[in-house]
């Protein structure tokens, strides 16, 4: 791993990456996946999204105490889970901080519809997996592994937040 604070690491390693899929369960119990914007990754590891309150997915985390959810990022050289708890959140400055044209593009009212929430996530703990460098880099380290029997080199940590 480098130097950075493990923390930062998985921040640095998902500022990038627009869409997540938030995993949470349901009203009857069953794991289902959303793709969501990340708004705000904050400094102590907290992501935030926008959401509307009326939807499925707030109603099931507005339920459950405390909603344990699951945040996926995939690039092409870079995946990570963030596990943690869910909250819904009214907070009509961070909304207005946070709006854009993209999510006026999928939600309606702006900032202050009172339909519009966040959707905080207390990020406990993540993994990531990390192979840095073009895909020609990715490409010879993966022919370079078949070629010696050797794994293919990346960056794996798990992550207390």
Not at 18 to 23: F, G, N, Q
Request: aromatic share 6%; net charge negative; charged share 25%.
């Amino acid at each position: 791993m480098s130097d950075e604070n493990p923390t930062q690491k998985v921040a640095e390693l998902i500022k990038d990456v627009r869409i997540a899929m938030l995993t949470h369960t349901d009203h009857e119990g069953r794991l289902v996946s959303h793709p969501m914007a990340t708004q705000d990754v904050e400094f102590d590891g907290d992501i935030l999204f926008i959401a509307e309150r009326s939807s499925n997915k707030c109603r099931d985390i507005e339920a459950q105490h405390p909603a344990k959810v699951n945040v996926a990022y995939s690039s092409s050289s870079t995946w990570v889970s963030v596990s943690g708890t869910a909250e819904i959140v009214d907070d009509n400055a961070k909304l207005r901080e946070l709006w854009d044209g993209f999510t006026g593009a999928w939600l309606e009212g702006g900032p202050e519809n009172p339909n519009n929430v966040l959707i905080r996530v207390n990020a406990e703990s993540a993994e990531y997996w990390d192979s840095p460098g073009a895909k020609v880099v990715q490409l010879a380290n993966f022919v370079k592994a078949k070629i010696t029997g050797k794994r293919v080199e990346g960056d794996n940590e798990v992550v207390d937040l």
